[in-house]
């Protein structure tokens, strides 16, 4: 167990939907990561949060968005959803805002029908 | 991060030592090398870091050359479950304080066979 919770585990919802993904980092951790990884891809870096604020952007497109509440927590809303979007969404914490040494949740598994 | 260029895919049996190595030809001077460990739908999972020369845990090795260019991770006589993907990522050491993107590259695939 790593520490960091996603929910929920399982979403499946319809083309042009929104929804709402949940991440709560180990005690102590002040940045959270958001990843996709579609069928059979490698990790794709979406966005990194540290201590409320967005500190790198990746290739995150338009119709996500991500913030990080007081308490740490954050989420990740993705709208206008595609059945492109499905895929495995992957958050991950860390200490401090860079350091190569981060723990990631079991992941949110998203199906678009 | 600096670039890392590792294998796409290796094989292996059951009961072997499975060496993938990791090129990091830009590594910067505080640079650290960290490897993560990813089964099927899973997250990834930190499994070693190292600076310069060896460093062992229970789960593997890391080995690294006086020009730290490149490393090596070592996982002893390996077994089916062994069977992951593999990722290499040269920056700054645990507990940093620089900001910056975490990116994992495509990874090494182990396939362990029986």
């Known amino acids: 167990d790593s520490g960091v919770t996603q929910t929920p585990k399982h979403l499946i919802t319809a083309t042009g939907q929104r929804v709402t993904l949940r991440c709560s980092p180990r005690?102590?951790?002040?940045?959270v990561y958001w990843y996709q990884q579609s069928l059979d891809q490698g990790l794709q870096f979406l966005i990194h949060?540290?201590?409320?604020?967005?500190?790198a952007k990746g290739n995150i497109l338009e119709r996500f968005s991500a913030q990080q509440f007081p308490d740490l927590h954050s989420e990740l809303n993705l709208s206008s959803l595609e059945l492109g979007d499905s895929a495995l969404y992957f958050c991950a914490s860390s200490w401090t805002g860079g350091d190569t040494e981060a723990f990631f949740g079991q992941g949110t598994r998203l199906t678009v029908v | 991060l600096a670039k890392t260029t590792q294998p796409i895919s290796m094989d292996s049996y059951e009961g072997q030592e499975v060496n993938i190595t990791c090129s990091h030809n830009?590594?910067?001077?505080?640079?650290?090398i960290t490897w993560y460990q990813q089964f099927p739908s899973q997250g990834p999972r930190f499994i070693i870091q190292g600076y310069k020369t060896k460093v062992t845990n229970e789960v593997a090795s890391l080995f690294i050359p006086a020009d730290r260019k490149s490393s090596t991770l070592s996982l002893p006589r390996v077994s089916l479950s062994d069977t992951a993907v593999y990722y290499c990522l040269v920056g700054p050491p645990k507990r940093s304080s620089n900001t910056g993107k975490l990116i994992f590259g495509q990874g090494t695939t182990l396939q362990v066979k029986p």
């Open positions: 949060y540290y201590n409320g604020e967005e500190r």
């Open positions: 830009n590594i910067a001077t505080n640079d650290y």
């Open positions: 005690s102590g951790d002040l940045s």
